[in-house]
């Protein structure tokens, strides 16, 4: 598994949606635990979704324009594998799992496919405590603090 810099390395799985036929699919990075959501069901349809979604999630977090830019210029190199086939970090499935139910959540409680808004869903898994993971990926609290710390290092 190649790993050259921040958010280089990203797992994906589908996660079902409370609507007939609807899915979305899920991308953790395995350094931050930050998260991406593309509507579908496969990698083929959802990685160029995922790459443009990727820079407009990190402007949203106030990152640098620079380093995102250098985020985004590497995103058509970036190693993606499915959550649990390819994976035996714990963390990665563990939170993987929590912004499954999350997102669920979410779709139920807005009530169509079509008033679900991915930016929010982003946002949201963006500010998730990482609790016990702290020590691990941050000195920090949430996706969001990680992928900070990255950007200032």
Do not use: H, K
């Not at 007939?20 to 699919?25: C, I, T, Y």
């Not at 930050?34 to 990685?47: D, E, M, Q």
């Not at 590497?74 to 939170?95: F, W």
């Amino acid at each position: 598994m190649p790993e050259v810099g921040p958010l280089t390395t990203w797992y994906a799985n589908v996660v079902p949606l409370p609507y007939p036929g609807r899915s979305l699919v899920l991308f953790t990075a395995a350094d931050t635990m930050l998260s991406v959501v593309a509507s579908g069901r496969s990698l083929r349809t959802t990685i160029p979704v995922f790459q443009r979604r990727v820079p407009i999630l990190l402007l949203r977090l106030g990152l640098p324009g620079a380093w995102i830019q250098a985020r985004a210029d590497n995103l058509a190199d970036v190693y993606i594998a499915r959550a649990g086939a390819q994976t035996l970090d714990r963390t990665v499935l563990g939170t993987m799992t929590d912004a499954s139910y999350q997102i669920w959540a979410e779709a139920e409680a807005v009530g169509t496919f079509d008033e679900l808004d991915l930016d929010r869903v982003e946002d949201r898994l963006a500010q998730v405590p990482l609790g016990a993971l702290r020590s691990e990926r941050s000195s920090l609290g949430s996706p969001a603090d990680a992928v900070a710390e990255l950007a200032r290092a």
